[in-house]
């Protein structure tokens, strides 16, 4: 299974997205399409992306009754992303559900992962706002399995669940991790970081890396830094 990075285009428009693009090239990076990006563009963005040739992740992690999930999952299938996401919270029916969508008449579909908590959830906001008294690790190992029982490919989660979740589901079940950071970068508002090579370590089969790429000085440096420190390459 190839490892890879996502580059998190959290841009505001076309425009800005598309002239960062230009600046790639040589190889074409795989490229997360957000909510902000696909509400202010619209499935015009993903089509243009698509076709300068970038792998797309479209996060816009769905939750809804099984058949609305299942009939908007139909509709980015035909999108033709290449990764794509819900929210296991949803219940595993509605993920099932998502799966008979997302499948193509000729059976291929992109591939399908759950976020399982949000990293910006605490174990004490779980408590005192949904009410669920278990502790945050086993949350996310439960609805992990969930995923993978209703047939989905992997999840979204931190560097530091992702041993977790590979040991509850299996080395074959994806882990997707954001919260990535050079040794010598600047945080932001992330808080629990790892860097590139730590993130290989504890077995993330992609990171999704926004500013420290998309803010560099130099951003096909930056890229090319991700890539050497996580696949090394
Ligand atoms: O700029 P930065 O590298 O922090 O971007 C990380 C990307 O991953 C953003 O698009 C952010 O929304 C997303 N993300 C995250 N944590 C999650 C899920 C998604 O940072 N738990």
Redesign the pocket.
């Known amino acids: 299974m190839g490892k890879d990075v996502i580059i998190?285009c959290?841009f505001d428009g076309k425009e800005q997205v598309l002239s960062f693009l230009d600046k790639f090239t040589g190889k074409k990076p795989y490229v997360?399409i957000?909510m902000e990006l696909f509400y202010a563009e619209g499935p015009e963005i993903v089509r243009e992306i698509k076709k300068r040739g970038h792998k797309i992740f479209l996060d816009l992690k769905l939750c809804d009754i099984p058949n609305t999930v299942k009939k908007s999952m139909k509709v980015l299938s035909n999108l033709d992303v290449d990764m794509t996401n819900l929210h296991a919270s949803g219940t595993i029916e509605m993920m099932k559900a998502a799966i008979e969508g997302l499948t193509r008449e000729d059976g291929t579909r992109p591939l399908l992962i759950a976020v399982t908590q949000?990293?910006s959830t605490s174990e004490e906001r779980m408590k005192n706002d949904i009410l669920i008294d278990k502790p945050l690790k086993e949350v996310v190992a439960h609805y992990a399995k969930n995923a993978k029982v209703a047939g989905l490919d992997g999840v979204?989660c931190s560097p530091l669940e992702a041993s977790d979740v590979k040991a509850v589901c299996g080395n074959e079940f994806l882990t997707v991790t954001?919260?990535?950071r050079f040794a010598d970068g600047e945080k932001?508002d992330?808080v629990r970081v790892t860097t590139p090579e730590d993130a290989n370590k504890i077995g993330s089969d992609y990171i999704?890396?926004?500013?420290?790429i998309t803010q560099a000085e130099d951003p096909v440096a930056a890229y090319e830094r991700c890539i050497r420190e996580f696949c090394g390459e």
């Not at 999704?208 to 420290?212: A, K, L, T």
């Open positions: 998190a959290d997360k957000g949000l990293t979204v954001p919260g990535v932001g992330q999704v890396v926004g500013r420290p």
